[in-house]
C-alpha cells in the first residue's frame, strides 16, 4: 500500500494532466541464473519507502517522498555494505516515485514505460543499479500495477518491441481502472499486446540489472475486490515476462493480498504482503497501533503457506533507531521477534547511517537471523490466551522455537506449557536474544513481560513425548445447544466437527477424566476462517473469553492450547459463542499425568 497522500499527489497530478516522454535508453542483457534459485529463505535488505513517506523531522525537505533521490539510495547502499551486508543483508529496494519529479509529475518513455526523472536520478537507473552491484549488494525497483493513465496518451503510443500494437490495444475500451488506487487501466490480457508490454518492462529492468520488482496495488487485495480489481492475470503475466527476459528478478506483490488467492500468488510470484502498510505516515516511521500490533491477528492464517520460493511478507522492519522509528526497546524487540519467527523478510526502512546500538543488536544477532534464515518453518500460536501469546516451531533437531509475548498495555507473566510443544517434564532453554543459556525448566517457562514485550528461545525437550486422551466434538456424549450442529469436516481427525456456534450457539464436552486436580492446558483442534473469540469453561465455573488465530480457510483445522482447571475424576468443558461468532471445534486433547 501507499499512503492517502500518496493517493492525493497523484490525483492532483492526473487532473493536471501532467506527463512528460523521454527517450528509452539501451542497455545490454545481463547475465541469466536459475530462477529457481530465487527466494530460497526470506529476503534481507533495506527499502526507501519508510522514510520517503515519514513526515519525521529533516526527513523530505523539499516535499513528499522527497527522501528518494540517487544521493540518498546511494548512501543507504555504503551503509548496508558496511554494516549489514556481512549479516546477509543484500537487497537495495527502491520504492514509489523513481518515474516522478518532486511534484509527484510522471514520466514515460517512448513506449508508455516509466522513465527515471532526472532530478531524482540525473545519471538514469542502470548506473545505480551497477553502483549497487559494485559493492555486492542486489538493486531492487518498483512498479503500479496496470497501465497507468497518464501512460495511455490516447492510446496512440507505442508498444516496444511489439510491431502494431499501440495502448489502444494493451486495454479494455471502455478504460476500467485498476489497482489500489485507480490510478491505472486494466490490461486486457485477451489481447497478445497487453503481455508484450509487461513482456517490454521487464526486459527493461533486466537491461538495468535490477535483481527485485515489488508489484503494488495488486488485487484482489490492496482494499479492492472485483472484477476490475483481479490482478491475477497481471502477476503471472510478470512472471512469464521475466523468465523471457534473461535475468532472474525476484518479484513481490503488494499490498493486503487476498488469502483466498494464496495458490496464485504462490504460482506466479516470490513473496506477497499479508497486510496493510507498517508505516503510520506520522511523525515517525511506524507506531504500534498503526500498525506493527496489527501482525499478531493476520499472520497466523498465512503460516503454512510460506516456504521456499515463496514467502510471507509482514513488511518492512523499522527497529534500528528508538527515536526515529516511534517504539520502545521492547516494542522494537517483539517486532523484530515475529518478523523472525514467522519466516518474514527482513527487511528495514531505517535511516542506516543512524541505527542505534540497540538498534544495530536487534538487526545483526546471528541467532535470530539463524532462524529466520534456516530451515525451521514459520512458527504460530499454540496458546489462545489473548494479549498473552506463545508462539513455537518445532525445529529440525527436536528441538523448539517459543516465543512469548505480552501485547498488554501493562506488564504481565506469560507461560509456555511445554505439553503444548508436544513433551512433558524438563526442557532445556536457551535466549536467543541474549545469547544465554537459562538452564533446565519443568514443565513450563514463565517470563514477566513488559507492556508489548517478549522473549525469544530454543527449548530443548528432555522429558518424554506428552500423552493426550482425545475426545471427539462431534462425539453423541457431548451436549450441543443453541446453534450448534454436526458438519463434515475432511480436515478433521473424525471427519467431523461441531460448527453453527453463533449468537449462544453451545458445545459441551461431557466426561473428561483426569487422575488428578489441577491446570491442565488441554489441546484443542479447530477450523476458523477468520480470528475468533469463544467463552471457555470448565465445570461451569466462570468463562474465560479467548481468541483462537485463523486457520487461514474453512477446509484447515489446527490446534491451539487452552488452559482450563479440572478436578480430578469426571469434569466438563464448554465452548460458548456468547453473542458472538465462535470457530469450528473438532476435537480435543488433554493431557495425561502419572
Request: glycine share 10%; with cysteine.
Amino acid at each position: 500500500m501507499r499512503s492517502s497522500l500518496y493517493s492525493s499527489v497523484l490525483a492532483l497530478a492526473l487532473a493536471a494532466g501532467l506527463t512528460t516522454a523521454v527517450p528509452a535508453a539501451a542497455a545490454p542483457v545481463a547475465e541469466a541464473k536459475p530462477a529457481a534459485d530465487l527466494a530460497q529463505k526470506p529476503y534481507m535488505g533495506w527499502t526507501s519507502w519508510s522514510m520517503q513517506s515519514s513526515k519525521y523531522p529533516g526527513l523530505n525537505p523539499d516535499g513528499d517522498y522527497s527522501y528518494l533521490t540517487e544521493k540518498n539510495v546511494l548512501k543507504q547502499t555504503d551503509a548496508m555494505a558496511s554494516k549489514l551486508k556481512k549479516y546477509g543483508y543484500e537487497y537495495v529496494n527502491i520504492d514509489a516515485g523513481w518515474w516522478r519529479d518532486m511534484a509527484w509529475k510522471p514520466e514515460f518513455d517512448a513506449y508508455a514505460r516509466q522513465a527515471p526523472n532526472a532530478g531524482r536520478f540525473p545519471r538514469g537507473m542502470k548506473p545505480v543499479a551497477d553502483d549497487i552491484h559494485a559493492k555486492g549488494l542486489k538493486a531492487g525497483i518498483y512498479l503500479p500495477v496496470g497501465l497507468e493513465k497518464e501512460a495511455y496518451g490516447e492510446g496512440k503510443v507505442p508498444i516496444f518491441n511489439a510491431e502494431g500494437c499501440t495502448t489502444a490495444d494493451i486495454v479494455h475500451d471502455d478504460l476500467r481502472t485498476t489497482n489500489g488506487w485507480d490510478s491505472a487501466y486494466k490490461l486486457d490480457f485477451s489481447r497478445p499486446c497487453a503481455q508484450k508490454y509487461i513482456d517490454s518492462q521487464a526486459q527493461l529492468f533486466a537491461d538495468w540489472g535490477y535483481d527485485f520488482l515489488k508489484l503494488d496495488g495488486v488485487g484482489p487485495g490492496s482494499s479492492k475486490s472485483g472484477d476490475n480489481y483481479n490482478n491475477i492475470a497481471d502477476v503471472a503475466a510478470w512472471k512469464k515476462a521475466i523468465a523471457k527476459a534473461g535475468r532472474p528478478i525476484h518479484l513481490e506483490i503488494s499490498w493486503a493480498l487476498d488469502i483466498n488467492h494464496v495458490a496464485d500468488w504462490k504460482r506466479y510470484s516470490n513473496g506477497w504482503r499479508i497486510d496493510t502498510d507498517v508505516e503510520c505516515y506520522c511523525n515517525t516511521l511506524v507506531s504500534w497501533e498503526n500498525s506493527v500490533d496489527d501482525r499478531w491477528d493476520d499472520a497466523p492464517g498465512w503460516t503454512r503457506h510460506a516456504g521456499p520460493g515463496g514467502w510471507n511478507d509482514l513488511d518492512s522492519l523499522n527497529v534500528g533507531n528508538g527515536e526515529m522509528d516511534g517504539l520502545t526497546k521492547a516494542e522494537r524487540q517483539s517486532y523484530a521477534t515475529l518478523w523472525a519467527i514467522a519466516k518474514s523478510p527482513l527487511y528495514t526502512g531505517d535511516d542506516l547511517t543512524r541505527l542505534d546500538d540497540y538498534g544495530v543488536s536487534l538487526l545483526t544477532n546471528r541467532e535470530v537471523i539463524a532462524l529466520n534464515q534456516g530451515s525451521t518453518p514459520p512458527a504460530r500460536p499454540v496458546t489462545a490466551s489473548g494479549d498473552r501469546q506463545v508462539w513455537s516451531a518445532k525445529n529440525a533437531d527436536g528441538s523448539h522455537t517459543v516465543a512469548l509475548f505480552n501485547l498488554g498495555d501493562s506488564p504481565a507473566a506469560v507461560t509456555a506449557d511445554f505439553s503444548t510443544l508436544g513433551f512433558s517434564g524438563r526442557g532445556k532453554v536457551r535466549d536467543l536474544w541474549n545469547h544465554e543459556d537459562l538452564g533446565t525448566y519443568k514443565d513450563k517457562v514463565t517470563q514477566t513481560l513488559p507492556a508489548h514485550g517478549s522473549r525469544l528461545f530454543t527449548v530443548a525437550p528432555r522429558g518424554p513425548e506428552q500423552q493426550m486422551t482425545k475426545y471427539e466434538a462431534e462425539s453423541a456424549a457431548n451436549t450441543l445447544s443453541g446453534n450448534a450442529a454436526v458438519g463434515d469436516c475432511a480436515a478433521c481427525s473424525g471427519g467431523s466437527k461441531v460448527g453453527n456456534l453463533y449468537q449462544g450457539g453451545k458445545l459441551r464436552f461431557n466426561d473428561i477424566v483426569v487422575r488428578k486436580a489441577g491446570r491442565y492446558v488441554i489441546d484443542v483442534a479447530y477450523v476458523s476462517g477468520d480470528p475468533r473469540t469463544v467463552q471457555v469453561s470448565a465445570n461451569g465455573q466462570g468463562s474465560t473469553a479467548l481468541k483462537f488465530p485463523s486457520t487461514g480457510d474453512w477446509g484447515t483445522a489446527e490446534t491451539i492450547g487452552v488452559p482450563v482447571t479440572l478436578k480430578a475424576g469426571s469434569n466438563t468443558v464448554t465452548f460458548d459463542s456468547g453473542d458472538g461468532y465462535a470457530p469450528d471445534i473438532d476435537r480435543i486433547g488433554v493431557p495425561k499425568r502419572s
